[in-house]
């Protein structure tokens, strides 16, 4: 049986909990997880503890903040006014919106609301957890190398060649066939 390291595509079933049991998310919702190893398209954490796994392996992995989405960082909850936001939405607190573009948006959630002032914040909303996952591989295959070249082109936002420019409709002139 071949075991889980870089260039697998792994595909799994998970369970994800926080400290308290409650149920986070689970590919009950979404379906099996599949990603290709190594390549950081996981929580570090998750991705360690899959490392030298076989297809049929099932087990827990508790996986703390730092190896997850991070510690809160307080400089990431800020106070804004009500003028940042779009007209004629009606904020709540525990609204999420994007703010930023392209490639440097994320999401921020309002945590409160005083009057023209709103607090939001853009830390990960699982940020400073520490989550408690329940897997089962269901398969490792060797990623070909036009699914290396895939995810190679959505990792850098580009059409896979190196030329720097961004995949569109039409071709950026670098002369690849990627871009076109």
């Known amino acids: ?21 409650e149920i986070l998310d689970s590919s009950d919702v979404m379906g099996p997880l599949e990603y290709i190893h190594g390549y950081n398209m996981i929580i570090s954490g998750l991705e360690k503890a899959l490392e030298g796994k076989e297809e ?3 087990f ?6 730092e190896e997850a989405y991070g510690e809160i960082f307080d400089d990431l909850i800020v106070e804004t ?6 007209e004629g ?12 573009e392209g490639h440097h948006s994320r999401i921020v959630r309002i945590t409160k609301i005083d009057g023209d002032k709103i607090t939001i ?15 089962k591989v269901l398969s490792v295959k060797k990623t070909t190398e036009e699914e290396l070249q895939a995810l190679i082109q959505q990792m850098s936002g580009g059409c896979g060649c190196g030329c720097g420019h961004e995949y569109d409709e039409n071709a950026c002139g670098c002369g690849c066939s990627g871009c076109h």
Do not use: C, W
């Open 121 to 135: 914040d853009a830390n990960h909303p699982l940020a400073g957890e520490t989550l408690h996952f329940d897997v």
């Open 56 to 58: 049929g392996a099932e």
């Open 81 to 86: 006014t009500r003028a940042q936001f779009p």
């Open 1 to 21: 049986m071949m075991k889980i390291e870089k260039d697998t595509t792994v595909s799994m079933e998970y369970t994800l909990k926080d400290a308290n049991g």
């Open 89 to 100: 939405v009606e904020l709540e607190v525990g609204m999420d919106f994007e703010a930023g």
């Open 60 to 65: 827990k992995q508790v996986v703390p903040p």
